[in-house]
């Protein structure tokens, strides 16, 4: 990541939060040993219910191998050679078997294969849960909405919802950055901060409220001139289109060229429920503004 200023501090602290979701492996341990044990002497391993991305780690101290069975019905007969060994047997021993992604929602049957050992009974069955699907399920995607309230884009989010308010037409092609229609296209949008903004208004002598009441129609295009339904390449200055019609800017992932100005991506990519956002340290004005 790049240099984060305090003002961005709590973009920061939620993209860590959204990297960490779904982290969440468990350690499990089978005493592989007391599997066979209970075997043995007539009973029955219990099932152990499992999550994809657990370690499950067999502990023996006897002589054993760690074999799994493609089947259930493989396992129900102890077919000799149809398991995959996946831990030569040795006496004593801890394998660890990380559950795979494929294995979610259904059993994984583990046997050992040292002979009598599973027609004894030293088997066992690990139900895997749903795993990833559930979080697949509800997608904790974040709309371009939310980055303006955690990145503290105050001077954004107030000039957004004053054009939503004063035009229908914006409002609707703002939607799918709001969380409020589907993103197809997908848009991406640049997001300048408040200094960025400031610095503006000191430029043109004036005030955002006062801005928001004189030129409210003027200020709408600067906003759309901020949003494009263009990729941009990592390293390559690439003419986009905006959704201001007759408006493109030069742009790559490290810098911004607009009709009357430059900005530089401070924070960005930064992945949202609708395309890309960046976060830059100028407005950008289109030509239609007039260069000041
Ligand atoms: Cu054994």
Not at 32 to 37: S, V
Not at 155 to 174: I, N, P, Q, W
Not at 226 to 246: C, F, N, R, W, Y
């Amino acid at each position: 990541m790049r240099l984060v200023s305090p003002r961005l501090a709590p973009l920061a602290g939620l993209l860590l939060l959204l990297a960490a979701v779904g982290v969440r492996a468990a350690e499990v341990a089978v005493d592989w040993e007391q599997c066979f044990l209970t075997g043995v002497s007539g009973g029955v391993c219990p099932p152990v219910d499992v999550a994809v991305g657990d370690t499950v780690t067999f502990n023996w101290a006897g002589f054993h191998n760690v074999v799994i069975m493609p089947s259930e019905a493989d396992y129900g007969e102890c077919a000799p050679g149809a398991g995959e060994v996946l831990a030569p047997e040795a006496p004593g021993g801890a394998f660890p078997y990380t559950v795979p992604e494929g294995a979610a929602g259904g059993a994984l049957y583990f046997v050992c294969t040292v002979p009598g050992h599973c027609s004894s009974g030293q088997k066992i069955t690990l139900n895997v849960g749903p795993g990833e699907e559930a979080a697949v399920a509800a997608p904790s995607c974040t709309t371009v909405a939310d980055l303006l309230v955690s990145a503290n884009l105050t001077t954004l989010a107030t000039a957004v919802d004053a054009a939503a308010a004063a035009s229908e037409e914006f409002a609707a092609a703002l939607a799918p950055l709001l969380g409020e229609g589907p993103a197809d296209p997908p848009l991406m949008v640049f997001a300048p901060t408040d200094a960025a903004f400031e610095a503006l208004f000191a430029a043109l002598n004036t005030t955002g409220e006062a801005l928001l009441n004189s030129s409210l129609p003027l200020v709408t295009d600067v906003l759309k001139y901020h949003v494009s339904p263009d990729m941009l390449d990592e390293a390559t200055l690439e003419q986009i289109t905006t959704l201001l019609p007759g408006e493109t800017l030069l742009a790559d992932e490290q810098m911004v060229e607009a009709a009357c100005s430059n900005a530089t991506v401070s924070v960005g990519p930064v992945e949202t429920c609708s395309g890309m956002a960046y976060v830059i340290d100028r407005v950008l004005l289109p030509s239609s503004a007039g260069c000041a």
